[in-house]
């Protein structure tokens, strides 16, 4: 989706590309972000965040660059902290793949607090898969459980994937089941030190193929082997 940019208004992003298209309400972060295959029709609410404790929400810039779609919401007196969305447009024509990755980043001027953020991604009827780093990259410690990707097929030609970054795998607990067409889980939660940022990093992709082992292994690596955005 290299040739792919965001158009903003007040109060929706939009993007489109060969496969479909996505939306995504930057004064509403709790509200998902959308994919929608333009081949199904089948729509993914692909992730919402929920910051805790509870958060005004209040923007303090949003703005487009190039593939990137970047909201600040700011630490308000009723806030423990600040946090920022960087929205990337991603994809492989090659794989017929397409999607976000999503920055998370937390900041607070308070010395008490230990914020998170709870996510949520929906695809119904469809359960999902998970995935570990080593069943992903050769040569990984198999010791590492937490989740690194979730998979799940809503059609026999079709595929979403969600991805963590390797470093961020140990700050992200996931709460549901595979079975659950609800995946929830929270990022962060551990003390955070006053002006220290902490930041998590994630990939959402639509798939419109039948997708084989190693290739997903490739979409992995070459997540995890990425460069970050210039705002991270």
């Given at each position: 989706m290299s040739d792919s940019t965001w158009t903003l208004d007040e109060s929706l992003a939009t993007a489109s590309s060969p496969f479909g298209?996505?939306?995504?309400d930057p004064l509403k972060?709790?509200?998902p972000l959308e994919?929608?295959?333009?081949?199904?029709g089948i729509k993914w609410s692909a992730i919402a965040l929920k910051p805790q404790p509870p958060h005004s929400q209040q923007i303090e810039e949003a703005y487009v660059r190039d593939q990137d779609l970047i909201v600040r919401y700011r630490e308000t007196p009723d806030d423990q902290f600040s946090f920022q969305l960087n929205w990337r447009l991603v994809g492989s024509e090659s794989m017929a793949a397409w999607g976000v990755?999503?920055?998370?980043?937390i900041q607070t001027s308070r010395l008490d607090t230990a914020p998170s953020i709870e996510l949520r991604s929906d695809l119904p009827d469809a359960p999902w898969q998970v995935l570990r780093h080593h069943e992903l990259v050769v040569g990984a410690d198999e010791?590492?459980?937490?989740a690194a990707a979730l998979v799940a097929a809503p059609h026999p030609s079709l595929a979403c994937v969600w991805m963590i970054e390797p470093g961020d795998q140990s700050q992200f607990q996931l709460h549901s089941q595979p079975t659950d067409s609800t995946q929830s889980g929270k990022l962060f939660g551990a003390f955070l030190e006053k002006g220290v940022i902490r930041r998590g990093r994630m990939?959402?992709?639509m798939i419109e193929s039948e997708l084989q082992d190693h290739q997903f292994a490739e979409?992995?690596?070459d997540f995890i082997t990425s460069p970050l955005p210039l705002t991270a």
């Open positions: 298209s996505l939306r995504v972060p709790s509200q994919l929608l295959s333009a081949r199904t990755e999503l920055w998370v980043s010791q590492t459980l937490s990939r959402f992709l979409l992995y690596n």
